[in-house]
């Protein structure tokens, strides 16, 4: 969203901070020195969200709402299909009634299921392995028909990659609640001495160091794609799914060791059995994003990590 307002665009925000912190928007206003109009509402309250969009004449969409937890999608399908399904019909039922066709989907690449060949470009086939993949692969194919059903819609869904990293000014960034099912969260708070050590899930995989290999991309770089898509939208109706990542994987052990040269501080690992659903490797083919959107990632794994390590340190003191 700095990102956004920082490029000139007057955002409005729409959230009911289910999983995030209302004290996020004074840091933002912080950090941009603009006043961030912010509208506490549920996306399946379709009132609510027909009575923001007319009261502050948007004109484009974002939509990043949505449950994210594998395991918990498992355990909670009907909520993660309520929240993440439901939450999108009901936003575009609002955008249909307001008259607004310009739509950024946050998707995700797990659309992709077990890769069938790497890199992943947008062309992989599409399949889902948990609810929580379902449901953006759902959401993906509804959003498909909808651009069908009439010229005027324009929409492009983001599949992201390994999101990793947070603001420069490390007053921003990601707060897992309770204990992070991700590892960059993970990591980082065992640097902090939070956790005494980090679990590594498996180390048989067939991969140069026997762990998992992912695309991890900055946050900043995930906010810039989606800058880019915006502009992009404005002329190109119809649907497009783009991949955000940068092309390069990397291992887990190879994320440890960035991250202690970041912090400074040691590590501890205990490699035990593979997680359950997790698959060998997974990277991106960014060329799409290139061609179109003339974006590509500019952030190295250094700056994720230091940026993190920064966050880590920071947020302790504000929350
Ligand atoms: N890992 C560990 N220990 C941990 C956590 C993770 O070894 O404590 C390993 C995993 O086994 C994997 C790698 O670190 O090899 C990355 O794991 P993450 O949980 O950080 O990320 P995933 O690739 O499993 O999942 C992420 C998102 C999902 C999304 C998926 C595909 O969290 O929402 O990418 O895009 F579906």
Redesign the pocket.
Known sequence: MAVLIEAGFPVVVLDNFSNSDPSVISRLERITGKTIRCVRADLRDRVALIATLKAHGVTDVIHLAGL?A?GESVSQPIQYYGCNVQGTISLLEAMQETGISRLVFSS???VYGDPHYLPLDEAHPTSATNP??RSKLHIEEMLRDVARSAPDWHIVCLR???PVGAHPSALIGEEPSGI?????P?VAQVAAGIRPE?????GDYPTPDG????DYIHVMDLAEGHLAALRYLVDHPGWEAINLGTGVGYS?LEMVSAFEAASGRAIPCNRVS??AG?IAS?YANPERAQRLLNWHAKRGLEDMCRSTWAWQQERRSLS
């Open positions: 994210k594998v995700s690449a797990t929580y993949g992201y990659f390994n992070p099912n991700n590892l960059m993970f980090l679990q590594i899930f498996g762990t998992g290999v992912r887990v593979r997680r997790d997974c």
